[in-house]
């Protein structure tokens, strides 16, 4: 059975389900787009079609929660609100909903029932699946996923922690997960969605996220992508953003070997589209690969009215054999007069044979209009190394503390406290700094 099949035949088992014409639409344009290759431009450096098995397993798989799994969550820091998600599939009996007033946050299949008005008004309509292969795919297949809705004027000043744990015992799963976070006018969240393989084995996951900013509101969402050294993702985070509107994005990839092969293949799209006058985007983004990993970052922010700002900052640390890819684009519309956005990219190779390939992208049609981007791709400065080792400091050592002072800069970014805290201390672990 061919690959098409494979993914046709998986359909049609589907039957009736909610928002069903969007999804036989958001399939019908995934037939004609497949999965991408090296040929297609947006996908010439990550070469992800070689890496997916041709019999996917798309449909949900077994999530039951084994001693092993309850071992691993229990492992990890308490928060105080926690939404899990054990291989696409939401578990209450694991999460710690909150409950405020003006507050709501479920899960998208009960968010279907409860909020239906609301979720087939926003879900799939900001997402691009047309175009974008996996978010047809995504759109197309997915089960289940976050529902975050925040009301008019309500502030929410803890972090929220959306956790999706993989373990699936199926080497062809291919969960498809999802979320959907709406802001009315005037409010304002603080989001992490985490990703972690939670086994031994190899995982992989396609996972689309749309954030709609109303007027005056502001959102700080982080992207933890922490233990993926034995995984295959793909995120794509699709925010618009409205009048007075702020929208702060970081995305944190750490491929560390420690509980895996190191070979992860992980690819982000984060595109930021700013539709009221006045709004902002900070998007920041650092990542490690170690081994054979790939990282590929993929960002658009997409300039549609006048006075608006946008900052991008990422960050790369590469050692072994690894690999990364950075490809920013910066879209200013004819209408956007008095832009002001910012790009920077740069990159820190550890050893001879990792590498980066980075695309710095300016399109602009107004002609009163602020813009740079810049990129960069090096070693550490051997001057700052001897300084260090000529006051006793051995060569490993001064290593660690350069590379912590390159990536602490898009850990300062972060705006939420505790998630700022915690990856300084991720960090430091990474690195084995202590101080």
């Known amino acids: 059975m061919s690959f098409t099949e494979n993914i046709a035949k998986q359909f049609a088992l589907i039957g009736n389900t909610n928002v069903a014409e969007l999804r036989k639409n958001a399939f019908t344009a995934f037939e004609k787009l497949g999965i991408p290759s090296s040929r297609h431009e947006e996908w010439k450096y990550t070469n992800i079609k070689t890496k997916l098995n041709e019999q996917l397993s798309l449909t949900p798989v077994d999530s039951q929660v ?141 996972h689309v996220s749309e954030v709609y900013v109303g007027k005056n509101a502001s959102i700080d969402i982080v992207k933890l992508q922490l233990e ?91 050692d072994d054999e690894s690999t990364g890819v950075f490809n920013g684009k910066i879209f200013v519309k004819p209408d956007a007069q008095k832009t002001n956005a910012f790009q920077s990219s740069k990159a820190l190779l550890l050893s001879n044979e990792a590498s980066i390939n980075s695309k710095p992208q300016l399109e602009i049609f107004a002609d009163d209009v602020k813009c740079s981007h810049g990129a960069a791709v090096g070693q550490l400065d051997e001057n700052a190394l001897f300084y260090l080792r000529a006051r006793g400091i051995t060569k490993q050592e001064a290593t660690q503390i350069l590379t912590y002072a390159f990536a602490h800069e898009v850990i300062e970014h972060v705006h939420s406290k505790p998630i700022r805290q915690f990856l300084c201390d991720r960090l430091k672990d990474e690195l084995k700094v202590n101080f």
């Open 66 to 206: 084994n001693t092993a799994v309850k071992n691993y969550i229990s492992s990890l820091p308490p928060y105080s609100f926690r939404i899990i998600f054990l291989n696409g599939v939401f578990h209450s009996e694991l999460s710690i909903v909150p409950q405020m007033k003006g507050l709501t946050v479920c899960s998208l299949k009960e968010a279907f029932t409860s909020n239906s008005s609301l979720v087939e008004k926003y879900f799939g309509k900001l997402v691009n699946y047309s175009e974008e292969h996996f978010a047809a795919l995504n759109t197309a297949f997915v089960n289940d996923g976050a529902f975050v809705h925040i009301q008019k004027n309500v502030l929410i000043d803890e972090p929220i922690y959306i956790q999706y744990f993989f373990t699936a015992s199926d080497v062809n799963a291919f969960a498809q997960t999802r979320s959907l976070v709406i802001l009315e006018d005037g409010a304002s969240i603080q989001l992490a969605e985490d990703f972690r393989n939670a086994s031994n084995i190899s995982v992989q996951y396609n």
């Open 228 to 318: 993926v050294s034995n995984a295959i993702g793909v995120d794509t985070l699709e925010a618009q953003v409205e009048r007075d509107g702020k929208f702060s994005a970081a995305t944190i990839t750490f491929s560390s070997p420690n509980t895996g092969t190191g070979k992860a293949l992980i690819r982000n799209n984060v595109t930021a589209r700013l539709i009221g006058e006045n709004s902002h985007a900070d998007l920041n983004g650092l990542y490690f690969g170690k081994e054979t990993a790939h990282i590929d970052n993929h960002i658009l922010v997409d300039h549609i009215s006048p006075n608006c700002t946008s900052n991008q900052l990422y960050k790369g640390v590469l």
